[in-house]
């Protein structure tokens, strides 16, 4: 009856007669009643709201073999709801669900194992329980056992099984595992190499949501793998990755602006959406920024800015941004000069392999600006730079074998390297 008033069969729904049938069922000892109660109370249905009797009742059918209530007993358990936080009794009724076939409890029993949750940690157990969820058609289980065969967690490596558990979860509506799935055929993972079914699986996880799908789908269509080169298309799915959050999609939306690619070009757009980008984190980005608000592109110069954002790139390990700060000291533009910071910043960008970077550092150690004058470093450094492709720096060599500073006077090595700069 209590069913009836809650489905609306044979007569209206009517949840406060339904929570009515329930607690009367419930309180004669019928332990599906007793779990439908411990909902009604949880999710406020036909009553008020009450945490503390959901878990009353949820506990009460558990105890009386349940199953579903086992499984709800064990979330309470773990989030804390009208019993405080307990990993242990969570990861003891998750076990007992799971034992009594219980296949969303089986996945939960293996995350427990796999993150070691109200026990100690056992991938290989873990995988034994994802596997039994799987089995029995859980969704999450299915890509969690993907997962497993894919990083050899509790299992041995194997690439093949992953692809197909990967694929099993992406028919199932698993907008993650077509992601994956996609890579699977990008990299030949598990199957061989597919740039159309690449591009098939990268439109189905993003008509189905995923933003990292959506910002790739729309590099497929820029570049024309999988399908024909649509820059049009290429935009949209850069902008609907973008307002997704997306912070790569936001960085690659701001160029469609800068380069009227798929849409006319729009410069206030283009500062917009690197700034977005930059704000969510995207290094590139804030070099980009930077780099706008240095050379006053479309936008009023602003060198306090530029300095800014060349900042938080060169700190996030962006090379090009950590010489470009050091020259924004050395200069004192867009803030104080300051010489010790720039070699500071130099020797950063010139460690990381910016050619500029070491023509620069040389050029502090050869002049002494903010640190002391050595001519052997500045030679070592416009070598480093000189092999590296610096112009500036093959001419500063050939100046320094020319002149004997820092190395022995050779006049073939000066010439050569003038030659070559």
């Known amino acids: 009856l209590a069913n009836c008033y809650k489905n609306g069969i044979g007569t209206e729904k009517n949840l406060e007669k339904a929570f009515y049938w329930y607690q009367k069922a419930a309180e004669n000892g019928d332990e599906e009643a007793m779990n439908s ?6 999710n406020g249905e036909g009553t008020e709201k009450n945490l503390e009797k959901a878990f009353y009742w949820f506990q009460k059918a558990a105890e009386n073999g349940n199953e579903p209530a086992m499984f709800n007993l064990a979330n309470r358990y773990r989030d804390g709801e009208g019993i405080e936080m307990n990993l242990e009794k969570a990861f003891y009724w998750y076990q007992k669900a799971a034992e009594n076939g219980d296949e969303e409890a089986m996945n939960n029993l293996a995350l427990r194992y796999y993150y070691g949750e109200g026990t100690e940690k056992n991938l290989e157990k873990a995988f034994f329980w994802f596997q039994k969820a799987a089995k029995n058609n859980d969704k999450e289980a299915i890509f969690n056992l993907a997962a497993c065969y894919k990083y050899g967690n509790g299992t041995a490596k194997n690439l093949e099984k992953a692809f197909y558990w990967y694929q ?8 993650e595992a077509m992601f994956i799935l996609a890579i699977c055929y990008m990299d030949g993972e598990g199957t061989e190499k597919n740039l159309e079914k690449v591009f098939y699986w990268y439109q189905k996880a993003a008509e189905n949501g995923c933003k990292k799908a959506m910002n790739h789908l729309a590099l497929c269509y820029e570049s024309g793998e999988g399908t024909e080169k ?31 690619e798929g849409t006319e070009k729009n410069f206030e757009k283009v500062c917009y959406w690197f700034q977005k980008a930059a704000e969510n984190g ?63 910043w130099y020797q950063k960008a010139a460690e ?9 550092l040389a050029d502090s150690y050869h002049y002494g600006k903010g640190t ?24 500063n060599l050939a100046d320094s074998y020319d002149s004997g500073e820092g190395i022995e006077i050779n006049l073939e090595k000066a010439f050569y390297w003038y030659q070559q700069a």
Do not use: P
Request: a negative charge.
């Open 372 to 395: 002391e004058m050595d001519f052997e470093e500045a030679f070592y450094w416009y070598q480093k730079a000189a092999e590296n492709g610096s112009a500036d720096a093959m001419n």
């Open 37 to 42: 109660l411990a909902k009604c109370y949880f």
């Open 352 to 360: 990381n392999g910016s050619a500029d970077a070491m023509n620069n």
């Open 282 to 344: 995207y290094i590139d980005a804030m070099y980009n920024l930077a780099v706008y608000y240095f050379n006053g592109e479309e936008t009023e110069r602003n060198l306090e800015k530029a300095f800014y954002w060349y900042q938080k790139a060169a700190e996030n390990g962006c090379t090009d941004s950590m010489n470009n700060l050091a020259r924004c000291y050395d200069y004192g533009e867009g803030t104080e000069k300051n010489l010790e910071k720039a070699f500071y």
């Open 168 to 175: 099993k979860a992406a028919e199932n509506g698993d907008e």
């Open 230 to 260: 649509n820059l049009e298309k290429a935009f949209y799915w850069y902008q609907k990755a973008a307002e997704n959050g997306c912070e790569i999609a936001m960085h690659n939306l701001a160029l469609c602006y800068k380069n009227g």
